[in-house]
């Protein structure tokens, strides 16, 4: 049976492929660490790592945010998502931020072209706020 998360859950998805559990998963958890930090105090927030055969297989899990990191070639998450949300930052053949920046959709997207710039898709995205702006989503967050 299937644990249900609550509503002030976050969800970050990496590939299940082996490029995406050794490179983006650690990114992942890098990301998870930062989230914690900046929600620190916020009731009952959780952030969960997983990868996008969990996520994609289960329809519960799409009512929660998530942040998908990876590229479409190693994350099947980032590739439906590739069509369906706004690009919020690109740097052209380099890497690319997408999310609703108004905040009415809570899915995104953060990855590059290879391993070394989805690592600078990911510093950007905390660094430049983006990961703030997303996270303003959540009851008392970053109040």
Known sequence: MEETLSE????????????GERKDRP??????????RRMMGVARFECVV????????????HKRPVISVGGPGVNHLSGYLYERL????????????????SLKDHRCS??????????EAVDTFVEKGHLDRFL????????
């Open 27 to 36: 990114l992942a958890y890098r990301l998870q660490d930062e989230t914690a």
């Open 136 to 143: 303003k989503m959540f009851p008392q967050a970053l109040a």
């Open 8 to 19: 002030h859950t976050l969800l970050i998805v990496t590939g299940a492929c082996l490029r």
């Open 50 to 61: 997983m990868s996008d055969v969990w996520y994609l297989n289960s329809k519960e899990l």
């Open 110 to 119: 953060v990855w590059g072209m290879d391993h070394e710039t989805t690592v």
């Open 86 to 101: 706004p690009v919020a930052l690109m740097v052209e053949h380099v890497f690319q931020i997408q999310m609703d920046v």
